[in-house]
């Protein structure tokens, strides 16, 4: 029970606010520097997630395939389309496509009846017991498999063989409809049908070719060939192709073409520049974070501090609280530095006499006050892309014991930034969390509850002090009036 001031007529509440004001400036201030961690930590992953982004741009430039600079078409689409490789070389090219590469298809040469007159379902009992042998692959038929569980069987059985096989009945047709997954002439099958003795099944031939015949045999199973530049491809297993860097696709057999290719510079060109571009508004983000001005007499507000300002006040005071947040911070500074080497650094895995450093190709870093932005020399870069694609290629995907291309280096040091960056401040993308900072806010929030408790401890104290002094002095009160009642009540 608390007893304010109806003795000593003192107002013990302001009294006892005001002492706990001294006691609680430790605790202001512990929770003080819990919000500008928080802050620093929501920056921290502000930026982790712009350099993550940064690291998807540059995985491109990691891979031979961006930098493809060179362009075909077929003059014969309907006979094969062609696409470019990197190691596509300039030039003209007589292609011709032969055959193309089919795929074995048997299918059952007429519906299928459960009864007569009755068209058969795929949930329909077979009806007959027996084997199916394909290609040496036998297959156990009971009377009481459906259709359906006979394909499936036949699809199983198949499943890790040459050739496997999908199959199924189609309820529409009555029929079984059987395909090979691959195609060339290897995919070849043939089905014939026994019964439990091990003799020719009409019956059960019946129920899947359905033409009077006791063997079926698979239509199709070809392989692709054709002509380039007068050689002879041929037992194509599929209908795809890579020659001399060009990857062609075989339609139908056609007459002969000529394609030609050419470098086109447009696509790795916009590449390059859509990511210098990106990088250099990153750069410029981490080089303010590190240079910004601190504020130290400007301290997160505490609720109380908010009460008595207004919300232009509080808006102007937490922008200069918030100033400087990760100025000087060591991991930003190794993050620019290492981006700085991993752009300008010689490429060491590359052949003497051969593209080895940007600047080779119009790209170059300004002022070391600009944090390493990168400056295009759009001409050189187009001549160098034209001229020597290969050795633009190399410049950026090289990957070497001697030493990284500069888009693998890149991606590699964007990646270690990310990780370190998370390390320190965690990742919003992330829901497991054992950052630098993320401890140590727990560690704040553990020592502010134990601080709450103790100053819960001294308020309790403090009141109970004035409440016994509050009571003793009531209690002297009452003697003093018992005392003069007493001496002067019979006067």
Do not use: H
């Given at each position: 029970m608390r007893v304010g001031g109806l003795a000593s007529g003192m107002d013990t509440e302001s009294i006892v606010k005001d002492?706990?004001?001294?006691?609680?400036?430790?605790?202001?201030?512990?929770?003080?520097?819990?919000?500008?961690?928080?802050?620093?930590?929501?920056?921290?992953?502000?930026?982790?997630?712009?350099?993550?982004?940064?690291?998807?741009?540059?995985?491109?430039?990691?891979?031979?395939?961006?930098?493809?600079?060179?362009?075909?078409?077929?003059?014969?689409?309907?006979?094969?389309?062609?696409?470019?490789?990197?190691?596509?070389?300039?030039?003209?090219?007589?292609?011709?496509?032969?055959?193309?590469?089919?795929?074995?298809?048997?299918?059952?040469?007429?519906?299928?009846?459960?009864?007569?007159?009755?068209?058969?379902?795929?949930?329909?009992?077979?009806?007959?017991?027996?084997?199916?042998?394909?290609?040496?692959?036998?297959?156990?038929?009971?009377?009481?498999?459906?259709?359906?569980?006979?394909?499936?069987?036949?699809?199983?059985?198949?499943?890790?063989?040459?050739?496997?096989?999908?199959?199924?009945?189609?309820?529409?047709?009555?029929?079984?409809?059987?395909?090979?997954?691959?195609?060339?002439?290897?995919?070849?099958f043939t089905m014939t049908f026994t019964d439990a003795n091990g003799s020719t099944s009409q019956e059960l031939a019946d129920k899947i070719v359905n033409n009077g015949a006791t063997t079926a045999v698979a239509s199709g199973a070809t392989d692709g060939s054709m002509l380039f530049d007068g050689i002879e491809i041929n037992d194509l297993k599929s209908n795809q192709a890579t020659v001399n860097g060009l990857t062609i696709n075989l339609l139908q057999a056609g007459t002969e073409s000529i394609i030609t290719v050419q470098s086109n510079p447009e696509k790795p060109l916009a590449m390059i520049k859509d990511f210098v571009d990106k990088y250099n508004a990153s750069i410029e983000t981490l080089q303010k974070q590190i240079i910004e001005k601190r504020y130290p007499d400007f301290q997160p507000l505490s609720d109380e501090q908010k009460k008595d300002l207004t919300e232009k006040e509080i808006e102007l005071w937490e922008e200069k609280a918030r100033s400087g947040l990760l100025r000087n911070d060591p991991v930003l500074k190794s993050a620019m530095q290492d981006l700085r080497r991993a752009f300008m650094d010689k490429v060491s895995g590359i052949a003497d006499g051969n593209i080895n450093h940007l600047s080779q190709i119009g790209i170059n870093t300004g002022s070391y006050t600009e944090g390493g932005k990168l400056f295009i020399d759009e001409k050189k870069l187009s001549e160098a892309l034209a001229n020597k694609p290969d050795e633009v290629m190399a410049l950026f995907t090289t990957r070497d014991a001697a030493g990284n291309g500069v888009g693998v280096r890149v991606y590699d040091t964007l990646n270690a930034v990310v990780k370190n960056l998370s390390e320190k401040a965690g990742s919003s993308s992330s829901s497991i969390d054992n950052s630098t900072l993320s401890k140590k806010i727990k560690q704040m929030d553990e020592e502010i509850s134990r601080w709450q408790d103790r100053l819960t401890r001294v308020e309790d104290r403090y009141w109970k002090q004035f409440t016994a002094m509050e009571k003793a002095l009531s209690q002297m009160n009452s003697q003093s009036t018992w005392m003069q009642q007493s001496l002067f009540g019979g006067a």
């Open positions: 002492m706990m004001k001294v006691q609680k400036l430790p605790l202001d201030k512990l929770m003080q520097q819990k919000v500008f961690t928080e802050w620093q930590q929501e920056a921290f992953r502000e930026t982790n997630l712009s350099m993550s982004n940064l690291r998807t741009s540059a995985s491109n430039m990691r891979l031979q395939s961006s930098f493809n600079s060179y362009s075909a078409a077929s003059p014969n689409p309907t006979s094969f389309t062609v696409a470019t490789t990197p190691t596509a070389m300039s030039g003209s090219y007589k292609v011709q496509v032969t055959s193309v590469a089919s795929a074995a298809k048997f299918n059952s040469a007429n519906g299928i009846e459960k009864s007569a007159g009755v068209a058969a379902k795929s949930t329909d009992p077979i009806g007959v017991a027996g084997k199916i042998d394909i290609n040496g692959q036998s297959i156990d038929v009971a009377s009481t498999d459906t259709f359906a569980d006979v394909a499936k069987k036949m699809q199983d059985a198949t499943a890790t063989s040459v050739p496997s096989l999908k199959a199924s009945f189609d309820n529409t047709t009555s029929r079984f409809f059987i395909a090979t997954k691959g195609m060339g002439s290897e995919q070849a």
